[in-house]
T-cell receptor, first 113, second 111 residues
Framework: NAGVTQTPKFQVLKTGQSMTLQCAQD?????MSWYRQDPGMGLRLIHY???????DQGEVPNGYNVSRSTTEDFPLRLLSAAPSQTSVYFC????????????FGNGTRLTVT | DQQVKQNSPSLSVQEGRISILNCDYT??????FLWYKKYPAEGPTFLIS?????DKNEDGRFTVFLNKSAKHLSLHIVPSQPGDSAVYFC??????????FGQGTRLTINP
């Protein structure tokens, strides 16, 4: 069991570039989510999905897109990178939303110059 | 509006002593609370949780206390060990809603 796998581990983008952060889980979890971690802000929810074909916005969705075509994969797309999107991004999954503990990937550190 | 707050960005404790990490919340509808631990360059990992119908939950060296009237929870680690040095996040949820995280507290255990 690999758990939650995120790629890449590090990425540097120029302002205006686009990219996709990959997230895959092998635990057959229905719920998947993306968080960003910034100093002094904790973990903030960007987007989430309660199952294949269903996605919804979290706290800070602007500038990001997601899709969920399979149970296993939940990619996060940055449409036009901005310096404010410099952050550490975590993908997480669980059996269901709410009271089930989340399993996190090891994160992607993104720098936008 | 920060619904879950960890007001101490850092805490330093001597090895073998008790570590107490605190967390306050504003939403009285929260009914489930969790603590996560995070090492550098890794994702957070689940540590312990408590339902609002309880006021205490223990798991080995870790105990979480919930004071609903004060909207306050705390994590006690006894005895503290060097491997406990990490960032600790508290989180809260209401029913099947989204988890809301605090800002985190960096715990350093000194030998």
């Amino acid at each position: 069991n690999a758990g939650v796998t995120q790629t890449p581990k590090f990425q540097v983008l120029k302002t205006g570039q686009s990219m996709t952060l990959q997230c895959a889980q092998d635990m057959n979890h229905e719920y998947m989510s993306w968080y960003r971690q910034d100093p002094g802000m904790g973990l903030r929810l960007i987007h989430y999905s309660v199952g294949a074909g269903i996605t919804d916005q979290g706290e800070v969705p602007n500038g990001y897109n997601v899709s969920r075509s399979t149970t296993e994969d939940f990619p996060l797309r940055l449409l036009s990178a901005a310096p404010s999107q410099t952050s550490v991004y975590f993908c997480a999954s669980s059996y269901s939303r709410g009271q089930t503990p989340l399993h996190f990937g090891n994160g992607t550190r993104l720098t936008v110059t | 509006d920060q619904q879950v707050k960890q007001n101490s960005p850092s805490l330093s404790v001597q090895e073998g002593r008790i570590s107490i990490l605190n967390c306050d919340y504003t939403n009285s509808m929260f009914d489930y609370f969790l603590w996560y631990k995070k090492y550098p360059a890794e994702g957070p990992t689940f540590l312990i949780s408590i339902s609002s119908i309880k006021d205490k939950n223990e798991d080995g060296r870790f105990t979480v206390f919930l004071n609903k009237s004060a909207k306050h929870l705390s994590l006690h680690i006894v005895p503290s060990q060097p491997g406990d040095s990490a960032v600790y996040f508290c989180a809260a949820t209401q029913g099947a809603q989204k988890l809301v995280f605090g800002q985190g507290t960096r715990l350093t255990i000194n030998p």
